[in-house]
């Protein structure tokens, strides 16, 4: 069991502890996200969505080409929670980025520390050519009064936008939940922008259904860790939240980088996710009659009109190659919006939009994550009353009659359903 000041810096660094980050283009002449490597775009990102260093905290990256092909320039960058960049002492000296070729094959362990009695955190982008397999892998160790407390293994994922981790927090046991969250700018192609934007974050009781959902804001580039429950030192996302055994789904409009920590009796370690939402909980279907599309609806002009929560029966047919429906909201609700296709009777792999009415794109999702479903999903915060547009298309342009599908539209405040 940790003394109490060993507790008090492990809190203090849980709260803030992530790694991913904004490109800066031109700095140096060897690294060029817009340039093209074997046909395809240079730039990919994953993210260690928490890092901490100092206050006991130290740790090293190990980056590793996994491909075949060499990478001429990989790029590690370390970035403060608004977004800044996080210098950190390596083995290059005082550096908040670097840049290294990384052959097919090759490993590069770069390890960080600071020379400061506060724990800093931040989180971590690893940028590579597309053309390139490179991952790398966090180990984070915690020290205390000269031994070592807890050593934490951490992946780089490839930015999502939804994820699910399991999730306890017991006020009597000293068990608390909590996420870090990187809002990173990962350059992407065909994407929304990044941008501020608020994470919806939901706790899903063990049957199934949604206990409560809070909204959790964070600027571009920003980063932030919170427990799910009171008593870890940061304001706890559910407050009088001291008993809960279940899961945890978090979704917002763009890709992001999340890990789940667990904290008990003062040690912290952390909580593997898993890619994509429990849709689940949060399926209509069973208390949502069905209505029909209604064609034409393939301009934004015709978005048909939904009243909510919508269970639309719909077909991406030969005349149109696209279904667009339109809702009124207001900012701060909470949009979950996803398709459903029957297995074995629908061929339709939908690819899934919410956009403004003049264009602008603000979420997309192809997959749902869920294994060998091809149907979309998106919950996001919406960011000012309006009216929103739903799209849904086959991700390869197919249409025809067997292309049908359910769309599932809900919208609700946050808080207790
Ligand atoms: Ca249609
Ligand atoms: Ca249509
Ligand atoms: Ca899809």
């Known amino acids: 069991m940790p003394n109490r000041r060993t507790a008090a810096v492990l809190h203090f660094a849980a709260a803030v502890f992530l790694l991913t980050g904004s490109l800066t283009a031109g700095g140096d002449p060897r690294f060029d996200c817009t340039q093209e490597l074997a046909g395809a775009s240079r730039c990919l990102f994953v993210t260690f969505a928490q890092l901490a260093a100092g206050g006991g905290f130290s740790g090293e990256i190990i980056v590793t080409n996994q491909g075949y092909e060499d990478d001429e320039a990989v790029r590690l960058d370390f970035f403060a929670d608004d977004g800044t960049p996080l210098a950190l002492e390596t083995d290059s000296g005082m550096e908040a980025e670097r840049i290294f070729p990384l052959g097919a094959g090759e490993s590069r362990i ?53 994820y699910t981790f399991p999730a306890e927090v017991d006020s009597a046991r000293f068990i608390n939940t909590g996420l870090a969250l990187a809002n990173g700018a990962f350059q992407r192609v065909n994407l929304p922008d990044p941008t501020a934007q608020g994470f919806v974050i939901s706790l899903i009781e063990l049957d199934g259904t949604v206990r409560a959902t809070t909204v959790l804001p964070l600027g571009l580039n920003g980063h932030t860790s919170a427990f799910l429950g009171a008593g870890s030192g940061t304001p706890p996302l559910f407050p009088g939240l001291d008993n809960f055994r279940g899961s945890v789904s978090v979704s917002a409009a763009v890709d992001f980088g999340l890990l789940a920590l667990r904290l008990e009796s003062g040690i912290l370690t952390s909580v593997a996710n898993d890619f994509g939402p429990v849709v689940g909980a949060f399926d209509i279907r069973g208390t949502t009659q069905e209505t029909p599309e209604a064609e034409p609806n393939n301009s934004v002009g015709d978005a048909q009109a939904l009243t909510l929560p919508a269970n639309v029966t719909g077909v991406i047919d030969t005349q149109d190659g696209r279904d667009l429906f339109q809702i009124a909201a207001t900012q701060g609700q909470v949009l979950t919006v996803y398709t459903v296709t029957e297995k074995g009777v629908s061929v339709l792999d939908t690819y899934l939009a919410v956009e403004r009415p003049d264009g602008i794109v603000l979420a997309v999702n192809d997959q749902n994550e869920l294994i060998f479903r091809d149907d979309g999903f998106l919950r996001m915060e919406i960011p000012e009353d309006g009216t929103y547009i739903l799209r849904v298309e086959d991700f390869f342009f197919g249409e025809g009659a067997d292309f049908t599908y359910n769309l599932l539209v809900r919208l609700d405040p946050p808080g207790v359903p």
């Open 110 to 162: 770069i390890p960080f520390s600071l020379d400061s009695e506060v724990a800093v955190p931040g989180y971590g982008r690893l940028t590579f050519a597309s053309s390139a397999s490179v991952r790398g892998s966090l180990l984070l160790r915690v020290m205390a009064d000269g031994s070592l407390q807890t050593e934490v293994g951490v992946r780089a994922d490839i930015p999502r936008s939804s």
